[in-house]
Structure formats: structure tokens, C-alpha cells
């Protein structure tokens, strides 16, 4: 089993939210359907990136680190294209 480490855009605010999940597709679904108390005002929700990981601890560490001013810097140069496009 995977564990996933996912970004998302809130089209309300332009602003990201950076998470860890065993299920990308019915996560998403709490965020969009307001279930999930720290993006709940900021829906809809749009997926932007995701990376797999196969265990639990990697995964946890790898949403820390995108969560730093480091690892902020490297999702906004992995998804220029994105969004610049």
C-alpha cells in the first residue's frame, strides 16, 4: 500500500495546502466537501501534486519537509509550468 503526499490549490485563495493520506481520491473528496477543518473555507480544492512513498514514516517525513520554506521552494520549481501555464 501506498502513502501519499499531496498538494493542493484552493481556487478560492490561490493558496496551498500540503498533506499525507493512504487514500489520495477519497481525501480529496473530504477536502472538496468541506469534511476537513483547516481547508473547509478555502474549497474548491484542486490537486496539483502528488508523490507516492511506501512506507508511513517516509511519507510523513517527505510532507514535513514540503511543508518547510525548502521544500515550498522546490514544489514552486516543480510545478512552474503549472503555474505559470
Not at 13 to 34: M, P, V
Not at 41 to 50: A, E
Request: glycine share 8%.
Amino acid at each position: 500500500m501506498y502513502h501519499y503526499i499531496y498538494i493542493l490549490k484552493s481556487e478560492k485563495d490561490g493558496q496551498f495546502y500540503t498533506g499525507y493520506t493512504k487514500d489520495l481520491k477519497n481525501r480529496l473528496n473530504q477536502h472538496n466537501n468541506g469534511k476537513v477543518k483547516s481547508t473547509k473555507n478555502r474549497i474548491p480544492l484542486k490537486l496539483v501534486y502528488f508523490e507516492g512513498c511506501l512506507n508511513q514514516q517516509d511519507a510523513t517525513h517527505r510532507e514535513k519537509y514540503l511543508k518547510t520554506s525548502w521544500g515550498k521552494r522546490y514544489i514552486k520549481n516543480r510545478i512552474k509550468d503549472y503555474l505559470t501555464g
